[in-house]
């Protein structure tokens, strides 16, 4: 009896082959083509409105909205809003899942700094819910500081027209940026 070698899935199976690729990420601001984009495929869709009303903001100059772009696709993104007299806020930090531990939110937190130190902030401020350990971490380890504890609440309307509302028990966090 003749041994066949492995064909087919049997083959395939046994195919093991570790690659390191670069992996080029471009920080630039939002376009209104990304807007569909930033639901990731359904999984963030009730954000749409959000997303839509930021983005007019954006254009406004109110609040900056910035996207992790790979290949024409955003796989992050961050808001900075540069109303406040006194400081910076920046929120809406998220990475996809598959991008995570990559850089890509250091990054998107050091375009944050970048753009409050331009518009004349000496300090950006951001929230982060007290059960997020992951994301407290990485912010502490840039230098941000935790400086108050509180109860945040607010509402959107999410994608089929229903309103939520959201009570987030955080920690509001602040760095001091340097002209």
Same mark, same amino acid.
């Given at each position: 009896?003749?041994?066949?070698?492995? @064909?087919?899935?049997?083959?395939? /199976?046994?195919? =093991?082959?570790?690659?390191?690729?670069?992996?080029?990420?471009?920080? @630039?601001?939002?376009?209104?083509?990304?807007?569909?984009?930033? +639901?990731?495929? $359904?999984?963030?869709?009730?954000?749409? *409105?959000?997303? !839509? =009303?930021?983005?007019?903001? %954006?254009?406004?100059?109110? @609040?900056?909205?910035? &996207?992790? /772009?790979?290949?024409?696709?955003?796989?992050?993104?961050?808001?900075? *809003? &540069?109303?406040? %007299?006194?400081?910076?806020?920046?929120?809406?930090? !998220?990475?996809?899942?598959?991008?995570?531990?990559?850089?890509?939110?250091?990054?998107?937190?050091?375009? $944050?700094?970048?753009?409050? !130190?331009?518009?004349g902030f000496r300090q950006i401020q951001l929230? &982060?819910?007290?059960?997020?350990?992951?994301? !407290?971490?990485?912010?502490? =380890?840039?230098?941000?500081?935790?400086?108050?504890?509180?109860?945040?609440?607010?509402?959107?309307? /999410?994608?089929?027209?229903?309103?939520?509302? &959201?009570? +987030? /028990?955080?920690?509001?966090?602040?760095?001091?940026? %340097?002209?």
């Amino acid at each position: 009896m003749a041994l066949r070698s492995l @064909r087919g899935k049997a083959f395939a /199976d046994t195919v =093991r082959e570790h690659v390191d690729l670069p992996l080029h990420v471009l920080v @630039r601001a939002v376009r209104s083509d990304d807007l569909p984009k930033l +639901e990731w495929f $359904g999984s963030l869709a009730h954000w749409r *409105d959000v997303n !839509r =009303r930021t983005f007019n903001d %954006h254009q406004a100059g109110l @609040r900056l909205m910035f &996207v992790a /772009d790979v290949q024409n696709f955003p796989v992050g993104q961050v808001v900075i *809003d &540069v109303t406040s %007299h006194e400081y910076s806020y920046l929120y809406a930090l !998220r990475v996809m899942e598959p991008f995570r531990g990559l850089g890509i939110g250091t990054e998107l937190i050091k375009t $944050g700094e970048h753009v409050a !130190r331009s518009h004349g902030f000496r300090q950006i401020q951001l929230a &982060v819910e007290k059960s997020n350990t992951a994301a !407290r971490k990485l912010y502490e =380890r840039i230098g941000f500081e935790i400086f108050t504890q509180r109860v945040d609440v607010w509402s959107y309307i /999410d994608h089929l027209g229903q309103t939520h509302w &959201v009570h +987030e /028990d955080v920690y509001g966090m602040r760095k001091l940026i %340097h002209a």
